[in-house]
């Protein structure tokens, strides 16, 4: 059950979606009492292809109100609604090039998709805003799993041997064993998401963890170099 909609917020205890009503003085919506305070309560069951819903009022006696949203469940909520960025692979040297064994390939991920990413969820009173912010790239050579901790570094034509980078790996081995003759690398960005809380809030802040977004994928065929002994 989404513990908010459109109707307001999810409350167990009535089994309904709860949101602030508000009735004159003196109505019937009071149920008698003069203080205090209302709350709308829909609950909505699906038949055929629309929604059937029902709606009381609840009284709420002073001091008493509607338990607001747990703001993690939102987070995990917002985090849902986020789209995190599936890995541009780029290798250097770039298929359909080749490498070669013992040659340094550079692996990276476009700058542009190196930026936090964030996403608002409101329920009610309480309003929770997840950051992710993206902290680390894993990568899959084939023959090993590898950590870089940043997007890498772009290979740029006319760069020389003394151009380094922060993110390469090297293959002792070529990819002629492998199916179609190429390694198949693969990569996922890792984001540290986090969250803070607004309004009607039972916590002001907290953390998710870290998550993997969906995983990109490339190929890269790598060769022997053959010595040719003349004279």
């Known amino acids: ?45 699906m038949s055929g292809r629309a929604n059937t819903c029902d709606a009381r009022v609840l009284w709420s006696a002073p001091g008493q109100v509607v338990v607001p949203p747990d703001p993690g469940e939102l987070a995990a ?46 329920a009610g009173g309480t309003q929770v805003t997840v950051r992710a912010a993206p902290s680390r790239v894993m990568w899959d050579t084939g023959p090993a799993v590898k950590t870089c901790f940043g997007p890498g570094d772009e290979w740029r034509t006319g760069m020389t041997d003394a151009a380094r980078t922060t993110c390469s790996y090297t293959y002792d081995a070529t990819s002629g064993h492998e199916s179609g003759g190429v390694y198949v690398l693969s990569a996922s960005i890792g984001y540290e998401v986090t969250w803070v809380c607004s309004g009607a809030c039972t916590s002001g802040s907290g953390s998710l963890g870290l998550v993997d977004a969906p995983v990109g994928t490339g190929e890269l065929q790598v060769l022997q170099r053959q010595t040719v002994v003349v004279g």
């Open 1 to 45: 059950m989404p513990c908010s909609s459109h109707l307001g917020v999810w409350s167990g205890s009535n089994q309904c979606y709860a949101a602030p009503y508000d009735a004159p003085a003196g109505s019937a919506a009071w149920q008698g009492h003069s203080t205090g305070s209302l709350s709308l309560c829909s609950a909505c069951t």
């Open 77 to 122: 909520e917002a985090l849902g609604l986020l789209q995190l960025r599936t890995a541009d692979v780029r290798t250097a040297p770039q298929a359909p090039a080749h490498s070669y064994v013992g040659v340094e390939n550079w692996l990276w991920v476009p700058r542009s998709q190196w930026g936090s990413l964030t996403k608002t969820v409101t």
